[in-house]
């Protein structure tokens, strides 16, 4: 007699006592990843972003989102990826953290899913430190892994996350 015992992370506070969690799925360098939908303020296209000197390096620059200046993070720097190739168009999600907006400069904006909470698991061992560090765990779909990622760490701008 077999047992299968799958061992489940803990929920983020954000998805705990939820039957179901609803997610904005986005992509960055090919990998789909999702935040918790209620972390989102805006999503947007293209933004222009003024470069501020001295700044860490996954700090692409700051934007003006109706008057307010928005911080905006490179999540390719943040998770240790490639550039984006020049002239790529980069979308922003933007998420609020200790009453100051940032925008996470990601590749694409998909769409809003709702998953069920029971399926949630904690990152694989196999999933690449930079990303272990900012994962709140995975779901597994059928066409791949969607990595979700805790916003208050990506947002955490020091070198442990």
């Known amino acids: 007699m077999t047992t299968d015992l ?3 992370a803990p929920l983020p506070p ?3 006592g939820e039957a179901e969690t609803m997610l904005v799925t986005l992509t960055v360098a090919g990998q789909l990843c999702g935040v ?3 972390s989102v303020r805006d999503v947007l296209g293209e933004q ?3 470069r501020i000197p001295l700044a860490p390096p996954e700090v692409a620059g700051s934007l003006n ?3 307010r200046i928005v911080t905006a993070i490179d999540l390719r720097r943040r998770l240790r990826l490639p550039p984006a190739p020049p002239g790529t168009p980069r979308m922003s999600v933007v998420a609020e953290q200790g009453g100051e907006l940032y925008a ?3 590749d694409q904006v998909s769409e809003v899913m709702t998953l069920r909470a029971a399926q949630f698991e904690r990152a694989p061992p196999t999933l690449p430190q930079a990303w ?3 994962a709140g765990g995975v779901y ?3 066409t791949g892994l969607l990595v979700v990622l805790d916003v208050a760490r990506l947002l955490a701008l020091t070198p442990e996350g």
Request: hydrophobic share 60%; aromatic share 4%; glycine share 4%.
């Open 6 to 8: 799958t061992i489940r």
């Open 14 to 16: 954000e998805l705990r």
């Open 36 to 38: 918790p939908v209620l």
């Open 48 to 50: 222009v972003i003024t």
């Open 65 to 67: 989102l109706r008057g």
């Open 104 to 106: 996470l400069l990601v």
């Open 132 to 134: 272990a560090a900012f």
């Open 140 to 142: 597994r779909l059928k």
